[in-house]
Each structure stands twice: as C-alpha cells, then as structure tokens.
T-cell receptor, first 110, second 113 residues
C-alpha cells in the first residue's frame, strides 16, 4: 500500500552526539519530503528529495534518498537542544498522493 | 510565521454542538488541505482543495464538512462530533496540488466532551 514507515519512533539522544532516522516505503516514490514539528508546534518543511541517490545537506542535517527511491534517511550530527521535536517524512506517490509517516520523536538529553 | 493562520487555536465542544474551524493563507497558493493529527498516528489527510474545488475526500465522516469560498480561505464545519474526534486539526497550503512542499498553520486543538 501507499504508506511510509519511520524507524525508530522514539529516540533519546545525548547532546553532542549524532543520530539517524529512517523512512521506508514498499513502493517507489516520486519524491520524499521531510518536516520537523517542535513540541506544541506544527510541521515545518525541511527539504524535498527527488532524484535517485540524491544527498542534500543543511548545516548539521544530511538527507539521503535511496537509489531505488523507496527509502530515505536524515542524519543529524552534533545534536543540539534545538533539535528536539518530531521528524516526519512524507512520500509522494505516482498518483500525487502524499503519505506522512508516524514520525520520529527526538528527545535531547543535555 | 508560515503565512497560514488558523482560528480558533483551542476549542472545546460538546457532542451536540456545531462549530467551525477557519484557515486563511496569505501566500497566494492555489491548494489547501485539512489534516487530522492524533497521538501515535500519522498525519491523516482529510480534504484537498485546488482553486476552491474539492479534489480529494478521504473517507471522512459526514460530521466533518469542508468549505472553500476562495483560494485563501478554508473552513471545516463540525457537528455532532464524537470524543474520538478530539485531535489537532491542521490546515496547510501549497502552490498547487502536486510536487510542492506544504506550509502548515498552527492548528486547532479540538477537544470533544
């Protein structure tokens, strides 16, 4: 079906450490988007990946789209307290449907 | 601020009440969306409007009734809701329905008693 799975659902990360969150689809995606939702806030768009194998960086964040366009990852280095929140991926399918994952809730331990 | 506003921000209503949620976008976008966000569930797309025309309705119960009078405004009319309808209702907009990112409003936290 057209759904994306995110793993893990929860992460506790020590400040200064790195972490990765993953997004997987059983079917090929047209593109994938990543959003961040701070506690008590709303989802905010981070990035969109379109090409197979694409890698994009935003400061300490590295986004990757798999070669088969079925999975994606977000890697954050040197975690800061401002990285707290829930990271959602949203996969777009050929019929234009955008399916959000359940999100990865990240707690940063000072 | 993302240019998408929602009112009210919080709403408590009884199961027999009728209320409306309002969304306004100041971005000049042509597509608007209603999402439901419940704890431990993915964002659920409820309705999609493109240039005031409903283009998607994802099996949403009839107690939720959307209205899009123009491309900048979107309403969600609520009546005879159930406690399980309690959630954060998010409005979003995008330039078109398609390959663009979506801009979300702050949401309305709805509690049905």
């Amino acid at each position: 079906g057209q759904q994306v799975m995110q793993i893990p659902q929860y992460q506790h990360v020590q400040e200064g450490e790195d972490f990765t969150t993953y997004c997987n689809s059983s079917t090929t995606l047209s593109n994938i988007q990543w959003y961040k939702q701070r506690p008590g806030g709303h989802p905010v768009f981070l990035i969109q990946l379109v090409k197979s194998g694409e890698v994009k960086k935003q400061k300490r964040l590295t986004f990757q789209f798999g070669e088969a366009k079925k999975n994606s990852s977000l890697h954050i280095t040197a975690t800061q307290t401002t990285d707290v929140g829930t990271y959602f991926c949203a996969g777009r399918y050929g019929n234009n449907r955008l399916a959000f994952g359940k999100g990865n809730q990240v707690v940063v331990i000072p | 601020e993302t240019g998408v506003t929602q009112t009210p921000r919080h709403l408590v209503m009884g199961m027999t009440n009728k209320k409306s949620l309002k969304c306004e976008q100041h971005l000049g976008h042509n597509a608007m969306y209603w999402y439901k966000q419940s704890a431990k569930k993915p964002l659920e797309l409820m309705f999609v409007y493109s240039l005031e025309e409903r283009v998607e309705n994802n099996s949403v119960p009839s107690r939720f009734s959307p209205e899009c009078p123009n491309s900048s405004h979107l309403f969600l009319h609520l009546h005879t809701l159930q406690p399980e309808d309690s959630a954060l209702y998010l409005c979003a907009s995008s330039p078109t329905v398609g390959h663009h990112e979506q801009y979300f409003g702050p949401g309305t936290r709805l509690t049905v008693t």
